[in-house]
């Protein structure tokens, strides 16, 4: 039996449609957050999404305001809060992983019966029939946004992806650019947690975004390519997904997994001669 | 001097966090417009904490830096539009994803402000620094495929592309092999005259000291030694004694 008998169309036409919004934000960011070496703000940020979601279950308040919360929250820590206290972001990183990976699975614990617990696994893992089509609407205006605001500071982008303090000191005020990339993570990771999971949502920020880089030196390039193999892995994603009923989050992971693998083998950047 | 004080310190210190000794103490020096100084001292002298306490990059604890009459912890974003600086050692990763051109032309990006695109005025400025310094066949070059020396020239010639009225360079000769020093301190001293420039510039090795250097500090632990011309400071005394490895 194909997909098409099993699913109305507009239901496939919202997942596709919200797969590859998805996709295409969250490896846009994650062209910025691989470049700064914050790899791990991806699982910080999922996790505490997660366990803003898992809270909201257990409260029974909606589930995408307290995963926004708590991306937000992990921002704001990890920028002015960091900024102040002078700690490298990695030691906090390392930290607030731990800490909300514990609070997700102890929100779990109190999410009241079975039907909103298995609502608590699909935020784990991911859930294409859950999307609606007000979730693509947001990934949406999300994607018009992230990509307007870099197109509108593509100089300042450009200018700190290469390095923060030559852009500091070539007159640039750094700390908002570097702020507003850390809020704009938390919000494309809340938005995308009902699609793809809490628990593998990094792999969609950060490995077409690392594909892209094994490519190209001209950054604009990788802006570029960078959303493409996030559509392409996610697509690539669903299908498995489908074929072999793996959890959505999953089937994304393993396959912009081997798209690395394939692109680092492939990369001309490594080729001696 | 009858020129108008560009840069002004008044008793600063910098501390660095953790630490107990100031890398500057008490510092009081002002520089006019027009001025070529050259800053000399051993290594861990504070030179290059010096150059970063001037143009805001890291700050001060105590006193007051002026740079062009304008506080540079409330204005330092401003004031930075307006200082080319040429940071000491620089390593880019081999697989860093930007190319030269990029790198040059981002030297201008704080001028040309918030919400303004590159104009053709910046890519003649690119050119015009790439015929300069001498590297036009590096311009589509990845960054990270360039040997040390070459790395030194882009950022010398982002530093003239900027066009700033202000120089901060902190070794600008340290990778770059004889012939090379040599053509480009003389580039730097005719671009100084011809763009008016006021010019700091750390300098390790004294044979390269530029003939437009009028002026020249000693530092010692954090502290200004000395600070006359060339010929007063760089006596044979201080030479042998204080900086053996020239």
Redesign the interface.
């Known amino acids: 039996m194909s997909i098409f008998e099993i699913l109305p169309l507009k239901t496939i036409i919202i997942t596709l449609l919200g797969t590859c919004l998805a996709g295409a934000v969250c490896s846009l960011i994650g062209t910025f957050i691989v470049?700064m070496k914050l790899t791990s703000l991806g699982f910080c940020m999922s996790h505490a999404a997660f366990a803003g979601s898992a809270l909201g279950l257990a409260l029974s308040l909606p589930p995408l305001w307290l995963a926004l919360a708590f991306s937000i929250l992990v921002a704001f820590i990890l920028g002015p809060l960091a900024d102040k206290s002078?700690l490298q972001p990695e030691i906090i990183l390392g930290i607030l992983f731990s800490l909300t990976m514990a609070l997700g699975l102890t929100f779990l614990n109190f999410i009241p019966d079975s039907a909103m617990s298995s609502t608590a696994m699909s935020i784990l893992w991911g859930s294409i029939l859950g999307i609606t089509d007000l979730d693509v609407i947001r990934l949406a205006v999300l994607t018009f946004s992230v990509i307007l605001i870099i197109i509108?500071?593509f100089?300042?982008f450009?200018?700190i992806m290469?390095d923060r303090?030559?852009?500091?000191?070539?007159?640039?005020?750094t700390k908002p650019f570097y702020y507003l990339i850390l809020f704009l993570t938390g919000i494309t990771v809340a938005f995308s947690i009902k699609l793809v999971g809490g628990l593998l949502i990094f792999a969609l920020i950060v490995n077409p975004a690392s594909c892209a880089?094994q490519y190209?030196?001209?950054?604009r390039k990788?802006l570029l390519f960078s959303p493409l193999f996030g559509i392409l892995f996610s697509l690539g994603g669903i299908i498995l997904s489908f074929l072999l009923d793996f959890p959505i989050g999953s089937s994304i992971a393993i396959t912009s997994s081997v798209g690395f693998g394939l692109s680092v083998i492939l990369s001309p950047?490594r080729r001696k001669g | 001097m009858g020129q108008s004080r560009i840069i002004e310190m008044k008793h600063v210190s910098t501390i660095y966090?953790g630490e107990k000794v100031p890398s500057l103490f008490d510092i009081t020096l002002s520089i006019a417009q027009g001025e070529f100084v050259c800053i000399v001292g051993p290594n861990g002298a504070g030179k290059t904490t010096l150059l970063e306490t001037l143009?805001g990059?890291i700050p001060h604890t105590d006193g007051q830096v002026h740079i062009l009459g304008k506080n540079i912890k409330e204005k330092g974003?401003?004031?930075?539009?307006?200082?080319g600086?040429l940071?000491q050692e620089f390593t880019v990763d081999p697989?860093?994803?930007?190319?030269v051109k990029?790198?040059i032309l981002?030297?201008?990006?704080?001028?040309?402000g918030?919400?303004k695109n590159?104009s053709k005025n910046d890519y003649w400025l690119l050119e015009r620094s790439l015929k300069i310094i001498g590297i036009e066949e590096l311009k589509d070059k990845?960054i990270?495929k360039l040997s040390g020396g070459q790395l030194q020239k882009v950022m010398l010639a982002r530093v003239l592309t900027?066009r700033p009225s202000i120089l901060f360079l902190d070794e600008p000769f340290s990778n770059l092999d004889y012939r090379s020093t040599h053509t480009i301190a003389h580039q730097l001293s005719c671009a100084h005259d011809e763009n008016h420039w006021t010019t700091l510039m750390v300098i390790h090795d004294l044979a390269s000291l530029p003939k437009h250097c009028n002026r020249v500090i000693y530092l010692e632990e954090g502290r200004v030694v000395k600070d006359d011309t060339p010929e007063k400071v760089l006596t044979e005394d201080l030479l042998e004694t204080s900086l053996p490895s020239r």
Not at chain 2, 106 to 112: D, L, V
């Open positions: 470049r002078r509108l500071f100089k300042e450009h200018a290469f303090k030559m852009a500091e000191a070539s007159g640039i005020a880089y190209f030196y001209d950054f990788i950047k | 966090e143009n990059l974003v401003f004031l930075r539009k307006q200082i600086y940071p697989l860093s994803p930007f190319l990029d790198i981002m030297g201008r990006y704080g001028k040309i918030l919400f590159i990845p990270g900027k």
